[in-house]
């Protein structure tokens, strides 16, 4: 098989698909890139996939290379993979790397092969590729096209690709279905082997690409739901971290992606939503998705609710344009997305601390893998060498990503480097008794409160007990006799 675009998703699979023992070529225009991987270096930062890629390298499983007429001669499934930005002015999807993708290879193609989407596309492009298919190579030949989303997260991608938690398929045919299902063999097989099953999804073009759209949907839309109540909390005087558990333990709502703090970025949820909701106002269901506009605009306010927070904490001015910092010296822990992550791409962290330096403050930026890419995004920024670079004399530390090394920092020690103990926990990740008892003046988002709320009955954040249908539950065993009275 082979994986067209070598990039977070394409490059992942190749290598993991190798690690199940398939033959597999990875395909990219980038020569750069195709040089790295040739020679077993992963070009971004995703935890256990280095040592992958040069073991399947070394067992000569996996190759890679730039040429569409080596991949056409090659590969039975051919899977797409190549980003689909957001289009330069304006919210659609950029479909031009597929077009490129998908023509580079259909030219060449001289049997019947499958082409699998991968990529994260406008619903109708499936559709679309089979016209470029039967525009590009001899009908006689069979051409078909297919549609499987995947539903990696940087950080856990390896994990994610060999144990998916479902496999969808969109397909015109039985020999499609077939040639999808041996292309996943390794990994039904691996989960039988692991006394697990995958259940696969098989349905029509048209909803195997919705599905994508609609998980990512519905993932940034919880975020930003919890990041709603975190702005009530914040005018109500009450705790958003608290709301969430005490919500998550109902099993219908999760426990998961109900983190409120700077809100979501990356390289998917942000565009998809936008993408999502422009395709649908094409299709005359733009209404439908109206309520995704209130998502990307929430998410987009929590960026600007740690300016307000800077400001009053350092008493700086408010301005007519935003608060204006003077000089301040900020210390900005956190550059990527997420933790786990190289990534910047549309980081709030990253977003957070370029606005602040707009405002006029001398920011500090320090990130544990993130600082290459960083520094290419925002060049202006300065970047310190090390966590205690950039909260030394510091009038103010801003913990923007949630890295367990920023997580797990000493409170007492950091506070003899800062200038002033001012801190925003823009992930409501630190533990706020001990920041506040090392002398810092805490605030969370959402109301975070720096004393812990008074005792409960159950200590820490559990998570949500999974129920059993009613029917299924045992009996409660009853005490003879209950009173309140008697205590
Ligand atoms: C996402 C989807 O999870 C994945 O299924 C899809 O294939 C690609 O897009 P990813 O972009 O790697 O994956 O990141 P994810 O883990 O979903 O986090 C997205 C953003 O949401 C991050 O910025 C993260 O910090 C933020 N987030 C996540 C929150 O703010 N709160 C949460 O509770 C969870």
């Known amino acids: 098989m082979t994986f067209v675009g070598t990039g977070y998703l394409g490059a992942t699979y190749a290598v993991c698909f190798a690690e199940l023992g398939y033959e597999v070529l990875g395909v990219d225009v980038d020569v750069a890139r195709i040089a790295a991987l040739s020679a077993g270096a992963v070009p971004f930062h995703e935890p256990g996939l280095d040592e992958m890629l040069r073991r399947n390298l070394a067992a000569g499983r996996l190759r890679f290379t730039t040429s569409y007429?080596?991949?056409?001669?090659?590969?039975?499934?051919?899977?797409?993979?190549?980003?689909?930005?957001?289009?330069?002015?304006?919210?659609?999807?950029?479909?031009?790397?597929?077009?490129?993708?998908?023509?580079?290879?259909?030219?060449?193609?001289?049997?019947?092969?499958?082409?699998?989407?991968?990529?994260?596309?406008?619903?109708?492009?499936?559709?679309?590729?089979?016209?470029?298919?039967?525009?590009?190579?001899?009908p006689e030949l069979g051409i078909e096209v297919a549609w499987s989303p995947e539903f990696l997260q940087e950080g856990f991608a390896v994990e994610d690709v060999l144990r998916p938690n479902r496999i969808v398929a969109g397909l015109r045919s039985e020999w499609a279905d077939d040639m999808l299902h041996a292309a996943h063999l390794g990994i039904l097989e691996l989960a039988a082997a692991e006394g697990r099953e995958v259940p696969v999804v098989v349905t029509d073009f048209a909803t195997a690409e919705l599905v994508k759209v609609a998980a990512n949907a519905f993932l940034a839309t919880k975020i930003s739901f919890i990041n709603a109540m975190a702005e009530v909390c914040e005018v109500a005087g009450g705790d958003v971290t608290q709301l969430a558990r005490a919500i998550g333990y109902d099993p219908r709502i999760g426990n998961r992606f109900l983190q409120a703090g700077v809100g979501f970025g990356g390289g998917c949820l942000p565009k998809d939503i936008r993408a999502f909701q422009a395709r649908a106002q094409e299709l005359g269901a733009g209404e439908a998705l109206r309520f995704l506009h209130e998502v990307d605009l929430i998410n987009q306010r929590r960026r600007s609710?740690?300016?307000?927070?800077?400001?009053?904490?350092?008493?700086?001015?408010?301005?007519?344009?935003?608060?204006?910092?003077?000089?301040?010296?900020?210390?900005?822990?956190?550059?990527?997305?997420?933790?786990?992550?190289?990534?910047?791409?549309?980081?709030?962290?990253?977003?957070?601390?370029?606005?602040?330096?707009?405002?006029?403050?001398?920011?500090?930026?320090?990130?544990?893998?993130?600082?290459?890419?960083?520094?290419?995004?925002?060049?202006?920024?300065?970047?310190?060498?090390?966590?205690?670079?950039?909260?030394?004399?510091?009038?103010?530390?801003?913990?923007?990503?949630?890295?367990?090394?920023?997580?797990?920092?000493?409170?007492?020690?950091?506070?003899?480097?800062?200038?002033?103990?001012?801190?925003?926990?823009?992930?409501?990740?630190?533990?706020?008794?001990?920041?506040?008892?090392?002398?810092w003046q805490y605030r969370g988002l959402g109301g975070r409160a720096a004393t812990p709320a008074p005792p409960g009955r159950t200590a820490g954040n559990r998570a949500a007990p999974d129920h059993d249908s009613p029917a299924g539950r045992p009996a409660i065993p009853r005490p003879a006799t209950r009173s309140v009275a008697a205590r």
């Open 69 to 138: 007429r080596e991949t056409a001669d090659f590969g039975d499934v051919h899977f797409i993979c190549v980003g689909t930005p957001q289009r330069p002015g304006g919210t659609g999807a950029d479909l031009s790397y597929v077009e490129a993708a998908v023509t580079g290879l259909a030219r060449h193609l001289t049997r019947r092969v499958l082409i699998v989407g991968k990529s994260t596309v406008p619903v109708g492009t499936a559709e679309w590729i089979e016209q470029l298919v039967a525009k590009h190579t001899d």
């Open 305 to 439: 609710k740690v300016l307000q927070l800077a400001a009053e904490l350092l008493g700086c001015p408010p301005g007519p344009a935003g608060p204006r910092f003077g000089d301040a010296r900020i210390a900005v822990l956190g550059a990527t997305f997420k933790p786990r992550s190289d990534d910047v791409r549309d980081s709030p962290a990253l977003a957070i601390a370029a606005a602040l330096a707009r405002s006029g403050a001398d920011v500090h930026v320090y990130d544990p893998e993130g600082m290459a890419n960083a520094v290419l995004v925002q060049p202006d920024l300065n970047f310190a060498e090390s966590l205690d670079d950039a909260v030394r004399d510091a009038e103010l530390v801003c913990v923007l990503t949630e890295w367990p090394q920023f997580r797990t920092a000493d409170p007492v020690r950091l506070g003899r480097l800062a200038a002033t103990r001012l801190v925003i926990d823009g992930r409501n990740c630190l533990d706020a008794a001990a920041w506040s008892a090392a002398g």
